[in-house]
Nanobody, 127 residues
Framework: QLQLVESGGGLVQPGGSLRLSCAPS????????MSWVRQTSGKGLEWLAS????????TYSDSVKGRFTISRDNAKSMVYLKMASPKFADTAVYFC????????????????????WGQGTQVTVSS
């Protein structure tokens, strides 16, 4: 059964740092493009970053480029999102996903939250 479990969220001050983790299971992880998506209160889903199966290629949205870093450890079947210099606008619930097509990497697909994405992890940026 496909499952994605996010963790590592919490309260962080502007300018601080936080690392989110995702533990996927139920599919061939090492060949899957993995992505991070977030949902803010009252707003829709926003794609943030993706990483190719072998970890060679990454891509970011303009809103997080230069501040967030996506990475993966295929030996441990883990995906990470390092948040540096967070802003108040980064407050959201963060999800990892294995079925998102990032811009320029294939035929665009509507961004729709899946049950397999799990509950996500809440990140609150506050001073």
């Amino acid at each position: 059964q496909l499952q994605l479990v996010e963790s590592g969220g919490g309260l962080v001050q502007p300018g601080g740092s936080l690392r989110l983790s995702c533990a996927p299971s139920g599919f061939t992880f090492s060949s899957a493009t993995m992505s991070w998506v977030r949902q803010t209160s009252g707003k829709g889903l926003e794609w943030l970053a993706s990483i190719s199966g072998e970890g060679r290629y990454t891509t970011y949205s303009d809103s997080v480029k230069g501040r967030f870093t996506i990475s993966r450890d295929n030996a441990k079947s883990m995906v990470y999102l390092k948040m540096a210099s967070p802003k108040f606008a980064d407050t959201a619930v963060y999800f990892c996903a294995n079925d998102v097509v990032p811009p320029g990497w294939g035929t665009p697909q509507p961004l729709i939250r899946k049950e397999s994405w799990g509950q996500g992890t809440q990140v609150t940026v506050s001073s």
